[in-house]
């Protein structure tokens, strides 16, 4: 076979453009072992053409996952079909570093990969080719993005002083508890909580003591919540837990020790030690609420009782209400 001039420029070019292009290209045979190696992979990896030829890619780069690569190759071989492994589904194949200047946080390189099939003279697929495409600025800004959606979401849901969700999102988890609820049956208790005296804390220490008393309780309460309770803020110095698979009397174990522990605590501010106590409004969902606005007024009405009663101290919601 005899090349014209023109055709072997071209050919000559081509390689030059395979070597040269930042695009990583790889060519394997059925024992997957390695026949072409570009330059790209060669600057990524360190791995000469000349030393990395007629390799096996899985014993050169152990930490492949060889078990699903193979059984996406294989299918690149059997059905002559494209085969595409994208960032999101694995951040990487070969692990390279990421040297950009902009993107420079990630540690490795982000990588879209193309599975093509080859085809010899005679039409069977003999190899495949892997080409390997740098993809680690878009990936950083699609997850900066995502990490900047999730922290404004956080925001939104989130009270600044107490840490605990907002009156907002705290009440559409009450709704969402309740029609689980009416849906599911299982108990569901709303304890409901205030700073006893809190008046008076602003008016002897000042509005910043007041505030730091707000983030002390909140903080021992988040120190006694499980993951699934929901608890938030609900006004001033009021604050509302909803506690899930729950009953009224297990609810009120959970609200004695709260109690217990707050009474206990002491906060500092400047040169004062501050104590506070804490009244509870309990109120498991009764089969006679038709609706949360019912829920949330029996649990304050508890709340009103332990008040009345001398503060300090749990109600539960009944009919007639018990004191603790
Ligand atoms: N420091 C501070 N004070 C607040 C905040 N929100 C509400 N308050 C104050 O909390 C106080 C609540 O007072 P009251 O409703 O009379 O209740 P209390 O003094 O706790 O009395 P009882 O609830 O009956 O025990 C008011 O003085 C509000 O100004 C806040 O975010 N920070």
Known sequence: MTY????????????????TIEVGLVVLDRNYDIQLWNGFMENHSGISPNSIKGANLFEQFEYLPATWLKQKMESVFLLKNRAFISWEQRPYVFKFNNYRPITGR?????????????????????????????????AINRLQLKAANERLEHLSQTDGLSQLHNRRHWQ????????????????????????????????????????????????????????????????????????????????????????????????RYENAKISVTVSIGICEI??????????????????????????NRCVIYRPRAEIH
């Not at 093509?116 to 190899?127: A, D």
């Open 4 to 19: 014209d001039k023109s055709t072997m420029n071209e050919l000559h070019w081509l390689i030059d453009m395979v070597q």
């Open 106 to 138: 990630a540690d490795f390189m982000y990588q879209n990969v193309t599975l093509l099939p080859l085809s010899s003279l005679t039409g069977q697929i003999t190899h495949i080719s892997m080409i390997i495409y740098d993809v680690t600025d878009v």
């Open 286 to 311: 009764l089969p006679e609420f038709d609706n949360s606005a019912q829920w949330l007024a029996s649990v304050d009405s508890a709340l009103y009782l332990a008040k009345q009663a001398g503060r």
């Open 172 to 267: 559409q988890c009450m709704q969402h508890e309740f029609d689980r609820h009416s849906r599911y049956g299982s108990p569901t208790t709303l304890v409901m909580f205030d700073i006893d005296h809190f008046k008076r804390i602003n008016d002897t220490y000042g509005h910043i003591a007041g505030d730091k008393v707000i983030q002390h309780v909140s903080h021992i309460l988040r120190q006694s919540l499980r993951e699934t309770d929901c608890a938030g803020r609900y006004g001033g110095e009021e604050f509302s837990v909803i506690l899930s698979n729950t009953s009224a009397e297990d609810a009120l174990k959970f609200a004695e020790r709260y109690r217990e522990k707050i009474a206990a605590s002491q906060m």
